[in-house]
């Protein structure tokens, strides 16, 4: 069984593509609490960067290398351009999704439903690393549908690693795509970290990152004992400050700000949004409501911003009222009056 200790000087973390969650101005965010977390863009279709605002939905700060973009598609062709395009872009590396279940994307015939044919998810990797000298990886589940015996998983990752994929993200539950939403299906389906492990056992050379369920410090420390990286999920979006606890436990990093100096950055920005590009306040500060996640009088956090929709679209001073309201003294009810 492999069973190494955790390397913090090349520890791989990495904050899942989430769908409406993970845009630009969320990544941002995160990135001010982490420098060492790899961030990855939502699910962008090649449909939309072929057909569509390729630029604004390539568009991202400099700030928020190691950056992924990650890629819904199933046309080998269609993927190469896109790949290449995100590579023009300078992301520094881009990811095929197999792993999502969604009705939209099972329509688009790409996301989890690619897994039931390894061969034609080959074909698409051989496209894509084609095109680019950037790594090339796939993030995927266990198994989908019927497709759910460990020697169908063997076999797709030994298709795509010969067609040049080295690098697997895998989510350690199965895909329902007949009878479960989305929602069920990051719930219902149970864990299997154990399927993980023995993908690392069985190929030793290949780099796994794990990812499902996994909340805590000590959940993380024991995975990268067992395979190589660890992907956190909607935990890093609720409850953000995790990652500066991943910075000092992980990364060994003290210098990680507090939350009040995250929050006054978040100010700065959300103006040179405004200014470079009309971005309302709304569409930035309705990734930070986590920040204060279980600190006494957070909800006055989360209150204040949440009626940003109430203030004009250039009202940056939101986010400082909700900081004055949160450290306040006096009771929640003469907040609320």
Not at 127 to 140: E, G, H, L, R, W
Not at 150 to 163: E, I, M
Not at 235 to 246: F, G, K, S
């Amino acid at each position: 069984m492999v069973n190494k200790q955790i390397n913090t000087k090349i520890a791989d973390i990495r904050i899942a593509p989430m769908i409406d969650w993970t845009d630009r101005h969320c990544r941002y965010f995160l990135r001010q609490i982490s420098p060492n977390v790899m961030l990855y863009t939502e699910m962008v279709t090649c449909g939309a960067l072929l057909h569509g605002d390729a630029e604004r939905h390539l568009r991202f700060d400099n700030t928020q290398h190691p950056i992924a973009l990650q890629l819904g598609g199933g046309v080998p062709d269609d993927l190469a351009a896109c790949t290449k395009m995100g590579a023009d872009a300078g992301y520094d590396e881009i990811n095929l999704n197999c792993g999502c279940p969604s009705d939209r994307v099972q329509s688009g015939a790409f996301g989890a439903c690619l897994m039931k044919d390894p061969a034609h998810v080959a074909r698409c990797i051989s496209a894509m690393t084609s095109a680019t000298d950037k790594p090339v990886n796939i993030k995927c589940r266990i198994g989908v549908d019927e497709f759910e015996d460990y020697d169908f998983l063997k076999s797709f990752v030994a298709q795509n690693h010969n067609d040049g994929c080295n690098e697997f993200i895998v989510h350690a539950r199965k895909a329902w795509l007949k009878g479960l939403s989305p929602k069920q299906n990051r719930e219902i389906p149970p864990l299997r970290y154990d399927v993980v492990h023995r993908l690392k056992q069985d190929f030793p050379d290949l780099h796994f990152v794990i990812n499902g369920g996994i909340t805590t410090i000590e959940q993380i420390k024991e995975q990268l004992k067992l395979v190589d990286g660890v992907m956190i999920g909607r935990e890093a979006y609720q409850n953000p400050y995790i990652l500066a606890e991943i910075e000092k436990h992980i990364f060994k990093n003290e210098s990680v700000p507090t939350r009040d100096e995250v929050a006054l950055k978040m100010v700065d920005y959300a103006r040179a949004q405004y200014e470079m590009y009309q971005t309302p306040v709304k569409s930035v500060t309705r990734h930070i409501l986590g920040l204060y996640q279980g600190l006494p009088r957070s909800k006055r956090w989360r209150r204040t911003l949440s009626e940003a929709h109430k203030h004009p679209e250039d009202y940056f001073d939101i986010i400082q009222d909700a900081l004055d309201n949160m450290h306040s003294k006096k009771t929640e009810t003469c907040i609320a009056a």
